[in-house]
């Protein structure tokens, strides 16, 4: 049984992703379709998400000295109104590149805010031993969302006398619709020491992650992964459009994806005990293990499967992941510590979306084997030497004690 809170942030943030879902959908295709290149879709995204690594830097001093549920309805609402702005001034058949730019970094902006916020509020509004179950249902419920999304997507894109444009306001809707969810959550806020300045805040949330080394060597490992995964991200869509010209099979492989990720939450939610780093890193290596099978086979169906067994490790980490994070940091400094989180976690996907942009115009049926070597080898070469296993022992001891 849910108590309200749980159900407010399940409800309303499974409303947005919901939207977003369909959003990502028809704009990478969209883009893909028009224009024909993965350059174009790799610079746009790229660009978008510059500004997001600067803002991650402060968003979490901000959700620590701020009221955390009023940073989540305000993100949600600017975040809508863009969306619903975007979607008047489309044309199906033409791509406003610097428009669709402009609304995107207003997007990343948000969530830039958005993200820490709501990953650093569960701890103050969930029950501790509550927390992993409800980060499982999080995942769960956003990766049934990833299943339906990607098709109710593909159909929407698919009707004429709909497009691109009514694509867009369905999700601004979503986002206020989750921004009204959010206001009735029962949450205490207490107001933070103003005497210090952001600054002096920022630096003593530096202080505390440097002060972790398997952390700092975990979110290391993260960008380098993600570095990769941008690059899937962008290849996925030009190998389908190149291969099948249906928006249909790429939708499809995003449904696998989730499927794949539900199946991989739901299966960790029934686990017991602690988060540990060793399991952490054990499901990115499963993660980009599967796409080596690309180099020996390489059909569609193989290719579904392949994405479903890379969603079930991905969940499976992020699970994990940010359930250590959310058990083991101190609450008073959870936002800033999740702002370098995903500061660092993001810094390499726009070099990561370029470069990949630009390769996917020459040899694009290889490169996803070449992205599951990068994340095998990302992990391995930062996690797997003596030094790191021995500190890793003594601080899982430590936390157990």
């Given at each position: 049984m849910l108590s309200r809170n749980e159900f407010l942030v399940l409800f309303g943030n499974s409303t947005s992703q919901l939207g977003s879902v369909i959003f990502a959908i028809a704009l990478n295709w969209w883009i893909v379709d028009v224009t024909g290149?993965?350059?174009?879709?790799?610079?746009?995204?790229?660009?978008?998400?510059i500004p997001s690594v600067l803002i991650n830097l402060?968003?979490?001093?901000?959700?620590?000295?701020?009221?955390?549920?009023?940073?989540?309805?305000?993100?949600?609402?600017?975040?809508g109104s863009m969306c619903i702005i975007l979607g008047f001034f489309v044309d199906d058949r033409n791509v406003n590149i610097p428009l669709v730019i402009a609304v995107n970094i207003a997007l990343s902006i948000s969530f830039s805010l958005f993200s820490p916020t709501m990953r650093a509020i569960i701890p103050e509004i969930i029950d501790e031993n509550r927390i992993k179950t409800i980060?499982?249902?999080?995942?769960?419920?956003?990766?049934?969302?990833?299943?339906?999304g990607p098709i109710v997507g593909a159909w929407l894109f698919s009707l004429d006398f709909i497009g691109i444009s009514a694509i867009f306001i369905i999700n601004g809707v979503s986002f206020l619709i989750s921004a009204f969810m959010e206001f009735f959550i029962k949450y205490s806020y207490i107001q933070s020491n103003k005497e210090k300045s952001y600054f002096k805040d920022f630096i003593e949330g530096f202080k505390y992650v440097r002060r972790e080394p398997l952390l700092i060597r975990l979110l290391i490992a993260v960008?380098?992964?993600?570095?990769?995964?941008?690059?899937?991200?962008?290849?996925?869509?030009?190998?389908?459009?190149?291969?099948?010209?249906?928006?249909?099979?790429?939708?499809?492989?995003?449904?696998?994806?989730?499927?794949?990720?539900?199946?991989?939450?739901?299966?960790l939610s029934f686990s017991k005990g602690k988060s540990q780093l060793v399991h952490i890193s054990r499901e990115l290596i499963l993660c980009g293990s599967v796409f080596i099978l690309l180099?020996?086979?390489?059909?569609?169906?193989?290719?579904?499967?392949?994405?479903?067994?890379?969603?079930?490790?991905?969940?499976?980490?992020?699970?994990?992941?940010?359930?250590?994070?959310?058990?083991?940091?101190?609450?008073a400094l959870l936002g800033?510590?999740?702002s370098f989180i995903f500061t660092i976690a993001i810094i390499f996907m726009p070099i990561g979306n370029t470069v990949f942009g630009f390769l996917g115009d020459y040899f694009y049926k290889g490169l996803l084997p070449i992205i599951g070597i990068g994340i095998v080898l990302s992990v391995f070469i930062l996690f797997f030497n003596k030094s790191t296993l021995e500190h890793q022992r003594t601080?899982?001891?430590r936390i157990e004690a």
């Open positions: 290149s993965a350059k174009v879709l790799g610079v746009v995204t790229a660009i978008s998400l402060f968003g979490g001093v901000l959700s620590d000295r701020l009221n955390k549920r009023n940073i989540l309805i305000v993100t949600d609402i600017i975040a980060n499982s249902y999080l995942t769960t419920s956003s990766e049934i969302i990833k299943v339906s960008s380098l992964v993600n570095f990769f995964i941008a690059g899937y991200n962008i290849i996925l869509p030009v190998l389908v459009n190149s291969l099948y010209k249906d928006s249909t099979i790429y939708s499809l492989a995003l449904s696998s994806e989730a499927l794949g990720g539900i199946i991989g939450a739901f299966l180099i020996f086979f390489s059909n569609l169906y193989v290719l579904y499967g392949v994405i479903f067994f890379f969603g079930f490790f991905l969940t499976r980490f992020n699970v994990l992941f940010f359930t250590y994070i959310q058990t083991n940091i101190d609450k800033r510590v999740f601080s899982e001891k």
